[in-house]
Nanobody, 117 residues
Framework: QVQLVESGGGLVQPGGSLRLSCTASGITFSIYDMGWYRQAPGNERELVATIMISGSTNYADSVKGRFTISRDNAKQAVYLQMNGLKPEDTAVYYC???????????WGKGTLVTVSS
């Protein structure tokens, strides 16, 4: 059974930092491209950042320079370091695993990030 479990969300003041973690089980993590997506109330789910099996990364323009995605294949985990948080970063953040060589896609249940003073 595949599971993606996110953690690290919470309430933070504007300008603050949070580190999200996603731990995967039931998959061969090293052959999955990993990503973070977010969905704010009333909005569609949007890409935040991805990291490929090669280690190459991609970011949404809105988070470039503030967020950093990384992965640890030995721990089957992907991380999202979020600095300089803004109220508009408030959303449920979802972990995504996409097989690099197949059309297979898994989602976590999400973790809520609230940026407010």
């Amino acid at each position: 059974q595949v599971q993606l479990v996110e953690s690290g969300g919470g309430l933070v003041q504007p300008g603050g930092s949070l580190r999200l973690s996603c731990t995967a089980s039931g998959i061969t993590f090293s052959i999955y491209d990993m990503g973070w997506y977010r969905q704010a109330p009333g909005n569609e789910r949007e890409l935040v950042a991805t990291i490929m099996i090669s280690g190459s990364t991609n970011y949404a323009d809105s988070v470039k320079g503030r967020f950093t995605i990384s992965r640890d294949n030995a721990k089957q985990a992907v991380y999202l370091q979020m600095n300089g948080l803004k109220p508009e970063d408030t959303a449920v953040y979802y972990c995504n695993a996409r097989a690099h060589y197949a059309i297979v896609n898994y989602w976590g249940k999400g973790t809520l990030v609230t940026v407010s003073s």
